[in-house]
């Protein structure tokens, strides 16, 4: 499981009631901001199928955040202008690498919200295929 994805799909307030459970466990002088959260630019890169090849599509606004948790560094980047998406990514990101204890329940918490997530775009998908048109019968 790639906890980027899971979080980074995650609503807002599910990301934000895991990085206050892991803010419980630290003191406020353990969290250093390294850099951000500050809006940024990345290119999209998009494969074209027919002659499979990649370019750029074009560039899309991100939020990232860099810090160190209690000595630990932490990444979080969402699509968007989110901060407190961006923050709290971070804060869990430095709380897996540091391991431990709450590095374990966030691992749980983690795998229940991608179960919820795939449910959601199973659902999705199927909602989808039942308005599907087959060009070749008509």
């Not at 999209?44 to 499979?52: F, G, P, Y």
């Not at 430095?94 to 431990?100: Q, W």
């Given at each position: 499981m790639n906890h980027y994805h899971v979080l980074a799909n995650s609503p807002e307030e599910e990301v934000c009631r895991l990085a206050s459970a892991v803010l419980e466990h630290y003191e406020?002088?353990?969290v250093k901001l390294l850099?951000?959260?500050q809006q940024g630019l990345?290119?999209?890169?998009?494969?074209?199928?027919?002659?499979?090849?990649?370019f750029n599509a074009g560039e899309v606004l991100v939020t990232e955040v860099k810090l160190e948790l209690d000595d630990q560094f932490g990444f979080?980047?969402?699509i968007g202008d989110s901060q407190r998406h961006a923050m709290g990514?971070?804060?869990v990101d430095?709380?897996?690498?540091?391991?431990?204890d709450?590095?374990?329940w966030l691992t749980q918490e983690l795998i229940n919200l991608d179960a919820q997530i795939m449910e959601k775009n199973r659902k999705e998908l199927a909602l989808v295929a039942s308005t599907k048109v087959e060009f070749e019968r008509m």
């Open positions: 406020q002088s353990q850099s951000g959260p990345v290119m999209l890169r998009v494969r074209e199928t027919v002659a499979n090849s990649l979080g980047m969402i990514i971070a804060l430095a709380a897996l690498r540091k391991g431990g709450v590095a374990d």
